[in-house]
C-alpha cells in the first residue's frame, strides 16, 4: 500500500523526556566575569564596556602512536593548544584510559567574594562515557526496518557498556524516549520498537508535491530531525569532562531528490518513460501531438519552470542546517557517529523504476550528508559498509582512550564566534585525532553606550 506523504507533529515531544534528564549531569561550572581596563577603573572613563563570559572550552584528543596504540602518560606540558592560532594556557586536563578516569588539572575555582567557602566536592559517577543515540526513523525506509533493528541491537554487544550512560529518542513514529539510563537492556526493548518511516525512490518520483525549494515534506522531516538533536546536545554543553558520543541512525538527507524524474511522476507521460525507460525530455513535438493529444511536455512548461527555480538553493538549505547542528555540537564537545542501516549499497532495489544515475545521485547526497556531521565534529561515518560490529568496536576504542583538555579563550571579542582549533603534543611520530573549531553561543551581554 503506497504511503502518501503527511505532516505530523512529532519530534520535539520525543526528546523533552531525555532534555530534561540530560539536565541533572551538571559539569564544571560556567564562570564569568565583567572585564574592565585598570584605566577605567581608576578615572571612571564613561566608554563602552563589553561584557564576556568567560567558559572553559573543552575538546576531546586522542594521541595514538605509529602502531594505532593510545599514549597514556601525557601530562599538561606535554599539550600545545592554539585558538586561531594563539597559544592557550592549559587549564584543565583529564584522563579517560580503559574507561577509567583521571584528573590530572582541575582548573582553578571561582573567585568569590564575601564569606570564603570550602570548595564544592565534586560529585562521583561511575559514568566515563554518555551516549545519546538518535533514531531518526523519519528517514529509514519502512523496508529497512529489520536491517535496522538488527544493526540498533548490536550496540549492546560491542560500543555501550556497563558504566556507559545513555539515552534514546526518535524523531518520528517510533515513539522511543528512554531518560539517561545505565540499563542496556533497555536498547533491545527499543530495538523492537524502531519502525522507519521514510520514503523509498518510487514514492518520492511519483507522490511527493512540489515546493518552492524542493519537496516541502522532505525538508519538513529534515528539520525535525535537525531540531530534535538540537535542542538535546544544547544541554550537553553542561557536562564537562566527559566523553559524549551522538549515534545518530539515519539513511541521510536529500532536499530535492530526483528533481528531473518528479517532474514526469506528476504528468501522464510518466507511465510510458517509465514503462520504455526513457527518461527525460526525449519526444518530438510530432510524437507528442501523436500520443498524448492536448498534453504538453512538463519539461517546456514555463510554469513547472517557475515553480522550479527555487529548487537550485536545496544543496544549500540542507548546508545551512547541517552547519546550525553541528556549531551546537562542537559548542557542546559532542561527537557525532553516524550510521547508514541500508549498509553497502551495490544499487537501486529491484522495483526502482527510475534511471540509475538518478538514484546514483540520490545515495551520493544522502550519504555525504552523514559524512558532513560526522567530519565536522570529530566523530566518523558508518556509511556504505555492511560490518558494524566491526565499525562499533571501532568506536567504543576511540571512545575508550581519550584526553580532556580545557583552556580559557584568550580573545574576549564576542564577535569572533567561530574560532579554529589546534591541538599538538610535544611526542614525535604520533598521530592526534581532535575537533578543528568550535563556535560559541551568541551572547546578550555586550553594554549599549550611556547617554551623553
Do not use: C
Not at 511527493?208 to 535542542?231: I, N, Q, Y
Not at 556531521?373 to 556509511?383: F, I, K, M, P
Amino acid at each position: 500500500m503506497t504511503r502518501i506523504p503527511r505532516q505530523q507533529r512529532y519530534g520535539w515531544a520525543r526528546a523533552v523526556g531525555l532534555i530534561v534528564a540530560l539536565g541533572v549531569l551538571i559539569g564544571v561550572p560556567v564562570r564569568s566575569q565583567e572585564s574592565s581596563s585598570p584605566d577605567q577603573r581608576s578615572t571612571g572613563d564613561p566608554a563602552t564596556v563589553f561584557r564576556s563570559g568567560v567558559t572553559l572550552v573543552t575538546t576531546d584528543v586522542i594521541v595514538r602512536d605509529q602502531s594505532g596504540v593510545f599514549v597514556p602518560d601525557l601530562t599538561e606540558f606535554d599539550f600545545r593548544v592554539f585558538e586561531d592560532g594563539q597559544p592557550q594556557d592549559v587549564a584543565s586536563l583529564v584522563l579517560v584510559h580503559g574507561g577509567r578516569v583521571f584528573n590530572q588539572l582541575v582548573p582553578p575555582p571561582v573567585a568569590q567574594e564575601g564569606i570564603i567557602l570550602p570548595p564544592t566536592r565534586a560529585v562521583n559517577d561511575t559514568a566515563g562515557r554518555i551516549f545519546v543515540i538518535l533514531v531518526d526513523d523519519l528517514h529509514i525506509e519502512t523496508s529497512k526496518t529489520p536491517r535496522a533493528r538488527a544493526v540498533f541491537e548490536q550496540l549492546a554487544d560491542n560500543l555501550i557498556h556497563e558504566g556507559d550512560m545513555f539515552g534514546i529518542v526518535s524523531t518520528g513514529p517510533s515513539s522511543i524516549r528512554v531518560d539517561m539510563t545505565y540499563d542496556r537492556s533497555l536498547i533491545k526493548a527499543s530495538a523492537d520498537r524502531l519502525t522507519g518511516d521514510g520514503f523509498n525512490p518510487n514514492e518520492m518520483i511519483r507522490f511527493l508535491s512540489p515546493g518552492p525549494r524542493g519537496p516541502s515534506e522532505l525538508s519538513w522531516r529534515a528539520h525535525v530531525a535537525f531540531k530534535t538533536m538540537r535542542d538535546v546536545v544544547r544541554n550537553l554543553e553542561r557536562v564537562q569532562n566527559r566523553r559524549k558520543i551522538v549515534i545518530y541512525f539515519s539513511s541521510g538527507y536529500d532536499f530535492n531528490p530526483f528533481a528531473h524524474e518528479r517532474i514526469f511522476g506528476r504528468s501522464p507521460i510518466y507511465e510510458d518513460m517509465r514503462n520504455s525507460g526513457r527518461w527525460g525530455s526525449m519526444f518530438g513535438q510530432d510524437q507528442l501531438a501523436g500520443l498524448y493529444e492536448g498534453i504538453g511536455d512538463p519539461m517546456l512548461d514555463p510554469f513547472e519552470r517557475i515553480s522550479r527555480q527555487g529548487e537550485v538553493f536545496s544543496d544549500a538549505d540542507l548546508a545551512m542546517e547541517i552547519a546550525e547542528l553541528t556549531k551546537a555540537a562542537n559548542r557542546a564537545n559532542a561527537s557525532f557517529y553516524t550510521v547508514d542501516p541500508r549498509g553497502l549499497v551495490a544499487g537501486p532495489d529491484p522495483d526502482y523504476s527510475g534511471p540509475t544515475e538518478a538514484f546514483n545521485d540520490f545515495l551520493f547526497t544522502t550519504q555525504n550528508s552523514l559524512r558532513s556531521l560526522a567530519e565536522l565534529t570529530g566523530g566518523r561515518a558508518v556509511v556504505n559498509r555492511n560490518d558494524f560490529d566491526d565499525a562499533f568496536r571501532e568506536i567504543d576504542a576511540e571512545t575508550s582512550d581519550y584526553y580532556v583538555v580545557g583552556f580559557y579563550s584568550s580573545n574576549p571579542d564576542p564577535t569572533f564566534r567561530t574560532r579554529r582549533l589546534r591541538v599538538e603534543v610535544n611526542r614525535a611520530g604520533v598521530e592526534v585525532q581532535h575537533r578543528t573549531h568550535y563556535t560559541y553561543a551568541r551572547s546578550s551581554e555586550t553594554a549599549a553606550p550611556p547617554a551623553p
